[in-house]
């Protein structure tokens, strides 16, 4: 089971590429702009996509994905979200305003979308690899996630901020491996991680001393222009948990 890092920046810009990542060669975790540097054979390959939510820089290429690929499958892809990311989806995004419904193309009957809900704390099993949404505290409804194989776990939060329910729902993995978290401003912009509901190092520093546990921590997310600078701030405020900062084409193997 390994997770491939296709996009973990909070912007685009250069290299950068919001937020994406491919279990092995059929799932992702979230769909921002990183899966554009697959290929049309790779995306071909995805059956299943997870979205912790509905912000654009974790969905983007759901829609060029299906609208590239989707006449080349035999199958839907399932999009796994909760009830209110699903709404959300069908409403503002598959809604032939913005962009044309694919779970009524070719046809109903045989779509290129299909939705699956999902709901916290409820485990999907793909072959023995095990995703469970987790907690999350965002300006909309959003989940983190669980990856679990039989050997370890990892935990992504999503976009998130303070959430003692996240980090009761890590505490309970004994065999937490990995856990990446967001970061996404500066201290300086304290005010407006709070409005926009994301950390910042002060706040995470507070947050993540209910981690009872000793993963290998990275910090994804991180605003262009200002990664070198937040990390900064993160090995000041959090100096015992050693954060590293999240790559693209990072590879994790659980």
Known sequence: MKLRILGCSGGIGGNLRTTAMLLDHDVLIDAGTGVGDLSLAEMRAIDHVFVTHSHLDHIA??????????????KPLIVHATVETIAILKQHVFNWLIWPDFSEIPNAQQPSLRYEIIELGKTEDLGGRKITPVPANHVVPAVGFHLESANASLVFSGDTTVCNEFWNAVNRIDNLKYLLVETAFSNAELELAVMAK????????????????????????LKPGEAELIMQEISQCIPLVSPKMLQNGQVFEL
């Open 198 to 221: 994301h950390f910042c190092p002060s706040l995470l520093a507070k947050d993540i001393v209910k981690l009872k546990h000793s993963p290998q921590v990275f910090i994804t997310h």
């Open 61 to 74: 290429s759901i829609p060029f994905m299906l609208d590239s690929v989707g006449f080349m499958r035999d």
